[in-house]
């Protein structure tokens, strides 16, 4: 008797990865007893059903040294008068954030 499972036609999916992240990858399925082509096939059905990708891509967060050095050129220009300023009732004015 065939399943269901039996006639389903598959197709194969080629793609380059970093050796590394090959690995980690192996590592992880290997730890919870999932063959990686299940993993593969979990995530394309996923992005297929939901039309999305199932994690946020973002852009790498700025650097730490970078971040603080923005902090002290504002605080710079801040006490300079550079720096414009509002208040608490024209920035709810300026969103429509009134009471």
Do not use: H
């Amino acid at each position: 008797m065939s399943t269901a499972a039996d006639t389903i036609v598959k197709d194969q999916v080629v793609v380059r990865v970093p050796r590394e992240v090959k690995k980690r990858a192996e590592a992880a399925c290997k730890a919870m007893g999932l063959p990686m082509s299940s993993a593969i096939t979990g995530f394309l059905r996923y992005v297929g059903d939901e039309r999305r990708i199932p994690f946020e891509f973002a852009a790498p967060a700025e650097s730490r040294e970078a971040y603080f050095s923005s902090l002290r050129q504002d605080s710079t220009d801040y006490r300079a008068g550079i720096l414009d300023t509002v208040s608490l009732e024209e920035m709810k004015a300026l969103y429509g954030l009134e009471d």
